[in-house]
């Protein structure tokens, strides 16, 4: 794992040169101000940090399954439905998560020990129906959940849910309340990811599928800024910032490709920032200079960044 590299005046320079190239997102939840600010100026806390943390020792405990920054596998780790342990004292992939569904208060059947003490089928059956579930039911959120309660968060200070939009959209919400002065416990803002360097402890999010309609941070902001908690289904998926370097960050997500994996983000060239040809429409696949992002390739436009 590459450590955080210092960000040069230079690189500072670059990254608001582009965003204003852009333009001010006027409608985002947080000040653009404020996202550039604390990325480029202001350490991650010791909670993101610990965030991070909690997230690479789940990678390790998966087999350490991971993408390169083209989307693709280099390297298969244990399946959520498999049992492999590294040692005896470990527990299986799928027992995992069903500890990760404990953060969320949903219960999948398998998460109460006493029911399952109590249970009259054999050992062996409740075992094989707790899998079954687990490969049923999208566990990524429930992920993150669990990675933010290891890390200490309470619950003003982060939504613990089966949903993504729903951490995500109280994130959108708290940069609202500081916009407007309000006071807010919520550990987290919503940014532009596409114009916002990531820092490690922050989340990196994208509506699933190239089809995505919410691909952009105004358009999922439209609908997060309206959305309860546990309201209408906004389909994401996001990840933990473990490292950044000069030439790009890595995350650690659950549930994908069936485990807990390692992905690396290229930065664009010269830039902090995501480079443009992660997106569905940030160039044509098989022309000069398109680099195939693969399983990568995904609207990312959101990040939501410690404050």
């Known amino acids: 794992m590459n450590p955080p590299t210092a960000i040069s005046s230079t690189s500072k320079r670059l990254a608001v040169g582009v965003f ?17 600010d604390t990325a480029t100026q202001i350490p991650p806390p010791s909670r993101a940090l610990a965030m991070a943390t909690f997230a690479q020792l ?3 405990a998966f087999g350490g399954q991971a993408m ?6 280099t390297f298969a780790g244990a399946w959520e439905a498999e ?76 939504v613990f849910s089966e949903a993504h939009a729903d951490y995500a959209g109280a994130a959108w919400k708290a940069g609202l309340d500081e916009t407007a002065g309000r006071p807010t416990r919520y550990a987290m803002r919503a940014c532009d990811l596409m114009r916002t360097p990531p820092r490690i402890g922050d989340l990196a999010c994208h509506a699933r599928g190239t089809g995505a309609v919410y691909d952009t941070f105004d ?21 933990v910032v473990v490292g950044v370097d000069a030439t790009g960050f890595e995350t650690v997500g659950g549930n994908l490709i069936q485990s807990v994996t390692l992905r690396r983000l290229a930065f664009a060239p010269d830039t902090r920032l995501l480079d443009p040809s992660y997106l569905p429409e ?19 436009p959101l990040l939501l960044q410690w404050r």
């Open 20 to 36: 204003l190239l852009f333009g001010l997102a006027a409608s985002g939840a947080a000040s653009a101000a404020d996202c550039l």
């Open 83 to 158: 049992d492999f342990r590294a040692t005896a004292q470990d527990l299986a992939p799928w027992q995992r998560v069903l500890g990760y569904w404990q953060a969320t208060g949903v219960r999948l059947r398998g998460t109460d020990a006493d029911a399952a003490t109590d249970s009259s089928e054999p050992q062996s059956i409740d075992n094989a129906l707790s899998r079954i579930a687990v490969v049923d039911a999208p566990w990524s959120a429930a992920f993150i959940s669990w990675i933010a309660r290891q890390a200490g968060l309470a619950a003003d200070e982060f």
């Open 282 to 300: 940030g160039c044509t696949t098989g022309r000069p200079g398109c680099i195939d992002r693969h399983m990568s390739r995904q609207p990312w």
């Open 58 to 60: 789940e990678h390790q």
């Open 219 to 239: 358009r999922i902001g439209e609908v997060l800024a309206r959305r309860p908690t546990g309201g209408e289904a906004l389909t994401m998926h996001c990840d």
């Open 68 to 73: 390169d920054a083209e989307g693709r596998l």
